[in-house]
């Protein structure tokens, strides 16, 4: 069993940064993929970000490519996500998952584990 949570999230205004973190426990968390999904009410669950087990590969959704950074610290078991100028249509819940037999995929299914989530708001 793999428990994530996530923090970093709050209300912001369009053009701000923010970094969320997602700390893991459980097994070898050297040893998945990790990846962004978020949720903005009414709407469907969207990937965002994904980073394989080693940090050498990232994706990126086109919509925040360009303005978010995917990274991880496997020493402190960390994922984080830097988000820079941020857009209303970034406000979502932000969830972070854990893949343990990929290398990182925008498919939800590909996950096993989720966080509780974060709430990020974005004002024009």
């Known amino acids: 069993q793999v428990q994530l949570v996530e923090s970093g999230g709050g209300l912001v205004q369009a053009g701000d940064s923010l970094r969320l973190s997602c700390a893991a426990s459980?097994?070898?968390?050297?040893?998945?993929?990790m990846g962004w999904f978020r949720q903005a009410l009414g709407k469907e669950r969207e990937f965002a970000a994904a980073?394989?087990?080693?940090?050498?590969?990232?994706y990126y959704a086109d919509s925040v490519k360009g303005r978010f950074t995917i990274s991880r610290d496997n020493a402190k078991t960390t994922v984080y996500l830097r988000m820079n100028s941020l857009k209303p249509e970034d406000t979502a819940v932000y969830y972070c998952?854990?893949?343990?037999?990929?290398?990182?995929?925008?498919?939800?299914?590909?996950?096993?584990?989720w966080g509780q989530g974060t709430q990020v708001t974005v004002s024009s």
């Open positions: 998952a854990a893949d343990l037999v990929g290398l990182g995929s925008s498919r939800t299914l590909s996950y096993e584990y």
């Open positions: 459980g097994r070898s968390f050297s040893s998945y993929a």
């Open positions: 980073i394989s087990y080693s940090g050498r590969l990232t």
